[in-house]
């Protein structure tokens, strides 16, 4: 297995130049302890092994249980990392995995939704983190409020994550997956997106150059003004429902998709979510009535005489029924990544205990 997953890891290098760069420039780490809270996917191979290779001692945990692939988990810890996480693993065992990986006493975190982070500040206790790296906007979210005690340093708002992956990449990918998961295309369907962020403008861009008749629903004024300035359809959601044939979310906020909206959902609507957590659809409601599986990640709970199909069963649906980011296009997000741990290992862990925008003199070699 180990074999052939190396071919695997010396395919995605290949075409990784820049993360091989970005980890090939960081000191040496044989004095970190470097908890990673993130998707265990091929893309991110790269990075951990490079990082072991560099002499620190890594444990991982997933930010997403459905984005886990097994094989990838078992080679990193096969090369030396330790790990707590595995592919639809427990709600409970999802949030052991945090207090396993503060009792492994880590010295720095690397996060994508702020789970240890958010673990740690709520015990007076825990390991002495010199700094941190968050990844996500929901993450960055979560830690509004917080009077963290070390600094940690958002990249999530870097121009370079914005404009690539967040506004392209996402998108994208989420109708790839579609269209390999259903067997179907946009063409003569209502696309609704909820959400009109970078993320959702992404998803409404792809959208539309597939095929899809879309409209956006957004509750936010200027971000519904610049919908309408992009020339999109600014709809209310109570009634764009009724007649969506696809309803994509993008927002990164619980419950968006009430249970009133989805009774009122036309029967054999597709219902998927692009979000970094998987509550901004209420599945709870659906939960309510029987459900098959006619397509693998296709899940179909019969509401009275109507079918709502619901893919990945409300989870990150590009990366957790598909591959997510390509590698090439990946490799930039990822070598930013490198470059944020080599600040955070270096002069970031000199700064006042704050959140920070990432720094581009840690990053900007990396492009």
């Not at 995605?12 to 265990?40: G, Y």
């Not at 996917?41 to 002499?55: E, F, I, N, Q, S």
């Not at 010199?130 to 870097?158: C, F, H, M, V």
Request: with cysteine.
């Amino acid at each position: 297995m180990y074999q052939n997953f190396s071919g695997e890891l010396a395919w995605a290098e290949r075409h990784m130049p820049r993360t091989l760069a970005a980890v090939s420039a960081l000191p040496d780490l044989s004095q970190v302890r470097l908890a990673c809270n993130m998707h265990l996917d091929l893309k991110m191979a790269p990075l951990v092994t490079g990082l072991l290779r560099k002499g620190a001692r890594v444990y991982l945990t997933t930010c997403n249980p459905t984005t886990v692939q097994n094989d990838v988990v078992e080679y990193l810890v096969s090369q030396g990392a330790q790990a707590h996480a595995w592919r639809d693993m427990s709600a409970e065992e999802w949030s052991a995995s945090f207090d396993r990986a503060l009792a492994w006493q880590p010295t720095h975190l690397c996060e994508m939704g702020a789970d240890l982070t958010t673990r740690l500040h709520q015990s007076p206790d825990g390991p002495n983190i010199k700094a941190g790296l968050e990844a996500t906007g929901s993450g960055i979210s979560r830690l509004q409020g917080l009077a963290p005690r070390y600094p940690i340093y958002n990249w999530d708002d870097l121009p370079v994550k914005e404009g690539l992956h967040n506004r392209h990449m996402v998108g994208l990918t989420a109708w790839h997956t579609f269209f390999q998961t259903t067997h179907l295309t946009l063409h003569e369907k209502k696309v609704v997106v909820i959400g009109y962020g970078l993320v959702g403008q992404g998803v409404a861009a792809s959208a539309k150059a597939y095929g899809g008749q879309v409209s956006v629903a957004e509750i936010d004024p200027a971000r519904a003004l610049q919908a309408r300035y992009d020339g999109w359809p600014v709809v209310e959601l109570a009634e764009a429902v009724k007649e969506a044939d696809v309803i994509a979310t993008a927002t990164g906020a619980k419950n968006v998709l009430s249970g009133v909206r989805l009774a009122d959902a036309k029967d054999g609507v597709f219902i998927l979510n692009v979000g970094h957590v998987a509550e901004e659809i209420d599945t709870a409601f659906l939960k309510r009535y029987p459900c098959t599986e006619p397509m693998q990640h296709v899940f179909a709970y019969a509401i009275g005489e109507k079918t709502l199909y619901l893919l990945a069963d409300g989870s990150m649906f590009n990366l957790t029924a598909g591959y997510g980011d390509s590698l090439n296009a990946f490799d930039v997000t990822l070598a930013v990544m490198a470059a944020g741990i080599g600040h955070i290992v270096g002069a970031g862990e000199s700064a006042e205990a704050a959140v920070y925008l990432l720094p581009q003199s840690a990053w900007g070699s990396v492009l």
